[in-house]
């Protein structure tokens, strides 16, 4: 069984130690009630990964683990027969022994969007909400961060985080299995990341308020989500799907995301990079078996969703908490 005891221990020795009130009882629930069906299965995939000498490490500029050299080529093919188990591959990319895994997203593309504009991760601890299968936890603590979380409820991502740790084994990065609504008020992040999440809440006023208090005073929210054109009155509710995608609520206009954020007490709110989605972003790849952005645009016009909304465009927002 997937066993949260290290980071229980980790935790009750630095300053999330608070934490321990409800998360055991939380994850113990969770364990006890809320396993996948698959669950099992992913299990003995990661428990079939080969220990391996890992001769070099790169989590400042990639996440690449080692290189073919340090393994036998039977251990490269069970590998990669092993990791294409945990499909679909979402949030990469990984290089693990020399071996690519070519993901749907160029998560990367994003992390060079935004490091640029953030506060010097040296030091820090920080959240990362709805972190997928973890890519930019890594990259985090590549920039120096001290110790790193990410919280994300979709089971395959803790699965294919942990086949990345395997190999990685870092004490001080950490992936569990919560949705932002099971998060008690820590109040103890420098800095938390939300991105590409806010579309998929019910409420993103609330939602705001919950990364809000996961902060310090005087720390940093870096929030990247889907946005429309318009002014600080435009916000677009799509019907049931946008790009296909069921669960996607509310698309704010840069200005109303902004305006969201002073509403919830965020200082120095701030718009650092918009970005149309590019076919080089999100594609088909071995990874995954299901479609990808190109089968989610008009095939006559990419400036549309296959729904006739705009198509999809991202913008990165900086804000701070107030300082104490
Ligand atoms: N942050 C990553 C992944 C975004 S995809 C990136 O920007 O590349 C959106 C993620 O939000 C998915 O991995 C999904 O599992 C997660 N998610 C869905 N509901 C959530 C919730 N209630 N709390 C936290 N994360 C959630």
Known sequence: MISFNKFYQQISQNRLSHWLNVL?????HWRETQLHGDFSLWKKTLDAL???????????ESVSIGTQDDISSGEFKRI???LKKLKPWRKGPYHIHGLHIDTEWRSDFKWDRLVPYISDLKHRYVLDI???????????RGAGAKFVVGIDPTQLFLM????VQHFIQDPNVHLL???????PELKAFDTVFAMGVLYHRRSPIDFIYQLKSQLVAGGELVLETLIVDGDENTVLVPG???????????????AAMCAWLERCGFENVRVVNTDITALDEQRKTEWIDTE??????DPNDASKTIEGYPAPKRAIFIANTPKA
């Open 24 to 28: 055991p009882a939380q994850l113990t």
């Open 292 to 297: 990808s952005l190109k089968d989610f645009i």
């Open 177 to 183: 299995p919560l949705g932002v609504e099971q998060l």
């Open 130 to 140: 709805g972190c997928g299968s973890g890519y930019h936890l890594w990259r985090m």
């Open 50 to 60: 080969p220990k391996t000498h890992v001769s070099t490490l790169d989590i400042s």
């Open 160 to 163: 294919q985080f942990n086949a």
């Open 240 to 254: 049931e799907r946008y790009a296909k995608m069921r669960n996607v609520w509310f698309l704010p206009s840069c």
């Open 80 to 82: 990669t027969n092993l």
